[in-house]
């Protein structure tokens, strides 16, 4: 394996754990270096700052949640609606508990914050989770199984939502989320 990408996951993984354990404010790039068992100066011929290295490394962790949603567009029809987004939903928060630092650091420092609403605004239309879980949707709602008049991307904006809630709060169970978001607040009579 060439040494420039195996250093470059080399550098993703040591900032995930640094982050992890440190927060983005106490992450230095030193720490980094030290995680991976390289140079300082070896960051920056991989990435240009510490900014680009932590959107980088959000970017590799949330490929990995794309990856455990992929097959979800494929469960329409199998299972019901509110089992197959429980299912989603816990998948994704088993990963949030490594990915929420840096998910974290993206909103609340402005740098950060800035380049993830740039990022949002080029991208134009969902990837990734977002986009499989409104695909779901979609297959659900042609199926007859979601209301019609539901926009799925919105939808799966909104659980994504909900489901970053319950696992930043602690309060709120990803199941009891998932059963208000399906099943609604209205009682029949009152839709």
Sequence with gaps: MPRGPHTR??????????????????TTTRAIADEAGVSEATIYRHFPDKLALFAAAV????????????ALPGRAGKGSVLENVRAALHELASMKEAVLPLELAML???????????????AHELTGAPRYLADYLAAEQGRGRVRA?????????????????AVVGGGAAIDDCADVLVHGLLAPAEG
């Design 59 to 70: 970017g590799h962790q949330n490929a990995e949640v794309d990856q455990a949603l992929a």
């Design 149 to 165: 008049g539901l926009d799925p991307e919105r939808a799966a904006l909104v659980l994504l939502g909900s489901l970053f809630t």
């Design 108 to 122: 609340i420092d402005p740098e950060l914050a800035q380049a993830r609403a740039d990022r949002l605004a080029a």
């Design 9 to 26: 996951r080399n550098l993703l993984a040591a900032t995930i754990a640094v982050a992890a354990r440190e927060g983005y404010a106490h």
